[in-house]
C-alpha cells in the first residue's frame, strides 16, 4: 500500500512539476511578447534604427543576428561536433584525454563576460579587427565549443553498443558505423545541443558588446565580416539602458518580442524536422 502511495505521489510531483515549467513558459511568452507585439510591423522589421528620433526600426540588427549566429555555427560546429565524436569513439582512456574532458567542462562554466574580455583583447586589439561582426562570431566560437564537444560526446555514448555491433557484423567500418549508424541514433541529441547554442548566440549580449560594438553598417545587409555588427540582443540592452530616442521603451519591448519569437520559431523549424528524420531512420535500423 505504502509503495503504491509512494508511486502515485512521485507521479503527481512529476507532473505537477511539468505542468508548472509549460505554464511559466507561457506566461512568459504571452508577457513578453504581449508587450511588443503592438510594435512590431513590416517597417519596423526592415528600417534602420535612429539614436534620436523616434520611429526607427531593427532591420540592421536582425540581419546581425542571423548573421553572427551563423558564422559562429559554421566555426564552432566542425571542431565541436569532430571533437566529441573523437572523445567517444576514438580517445582512449588516459590523464590527457581526462584533461581535455575536464577543460571543457571548465570552460563551459565561464561567464560570458569573461569570453567579451578574452575577445576583445585577443581580436579587437590583438588581431586589430575592431568592433566587427568576424570578432564577434569568432569569440562566440568559443562561448559554443564546450557546450558543443559536451553534447556530442554524451550524446554518442548515450546510443546503444548493440547498434555498433549489428554494424560491424554486416562489415562495416568503424566510421561507417558512426556515419551511417551512431550519429543517427544521437541525432535528436546533437539537433538539441546545436539548438541550445544558436539561441545563445541569438541571445548573447556580454560578448557582442566588447567584440562587434554599438553600432550598425549603413546598409541594410552587409555580409562584410568587418562591419560594426550590433545584434538585436546588444540593441534592445542599449535602447534599455542608454537610448536618447523618445519611443526607446515602446522600441525595446518591440525587440524583445521579436528576438523571443525568432528563437522559438527557430527550434521549432530545426527540431521538428530532426525528428521526423530521426524516427524514420530509426525505422530503418530497427
Do not use: C
Not at 50 to 68: C, R, S
Not at 273 to 285: C, E, M, N, T
Amino acid at each position: 500500500m505504502m509503495k503504491k502511495f509512494m508511486d502515485q505521489g512521485t507521479t503527481l510531483f512529476f507532473w505537477f512539476s511539468g505542468l508548472l515549467i509549460v505554464a511559466i513558459l507561457v506566461w512568459f511568452l504571452q508577457y513578453t511578447v504581449g508587450q511588443g507585439w503592438s510594435h512590431i510591423s513590416w517597417q519596423f522589421l526592415t528600417t534602420p534604427s535612429k539614436e534620436m528620433d523616434a520611429g526607427g526600426g531593427i532591420g540592421p540588427e536582425l540581419f546581425n543576428t542571423f548573421y553572427v549566429m551563423v558564422l559562429s555555427l559554421v566555426f564552432s560546429l566542425p571542431v565541436g561536433l569532430g571533437a566529441g565524436i573523437y572523445l567517444a569513439e576514438y580517445a582512449p582512456k588516459s590523464k590527457i584525454t581526462d584533461l581535455i574532458r575536464l577543460s571543457t567542462e571548465s570552460l563551459a562554466s565561464v561567464p560570458s563576460i569573461v569570453f567579451g574580455l578574452f575577445g576583445s583583447i585577443i581580436f579587437v586589439t590583438g588581431f586589430k579587427l575592431g568592433f566587427t561582426i568576424l570578432g564577434g562570431a569568432a569569440t562566440l566560437t568559443l562561448l559554443n565549443l564546450p557546450v558543443l564537444v559536451r553534447v556530442t560526446e554524451e550524446a554518442i555514448k548515450a546510443v546503444p553498443f548493440a547498434y555498433r555491433e549489428a554494424s560491424y557484423a554486416l562489415g562495416a567500418t568503424k566510421w561507417q558505423t558512426i556515419y551511417r549508424v551512431v550519429l543517427l541514433s544521437a541525432l535528436p541529441s546533437l539537433i538539441t545541443g546545436i539548438n541550445l547554442v544558436a539561441g545563445r548566440a541569438m541571445g548573447e549580449s556580454a560578448i557582442l558588446v566588447f567584440t562587434a560594438g554599438l553600432s550598425v553598417s549603413n546598409k541594410m545587409l552587409d555580409f562584410s565580416l568587418f562591419a560594426p555588427g550590433e545584434t538585436l540582443a546588444v540593441h534592445l540592452w542599449y535602447v534599455r539602458a542608454e537610448g536618447l530616442v523618445p519611443d526607446a521603451e515602446a522600441i525595446a519591448n518591440g525587440s524583445a518580442a521579436v528576438l523571443v519569437l525568432v528563437v522559438l520559431l527557430f527550434n521549432l523549424l530545426i527540431g521538428i524536422p530532426s525528428r521526423i528524420l530521426h524516427r524514420r531512420f530509426a525505422g530503418k535500423v530497427g
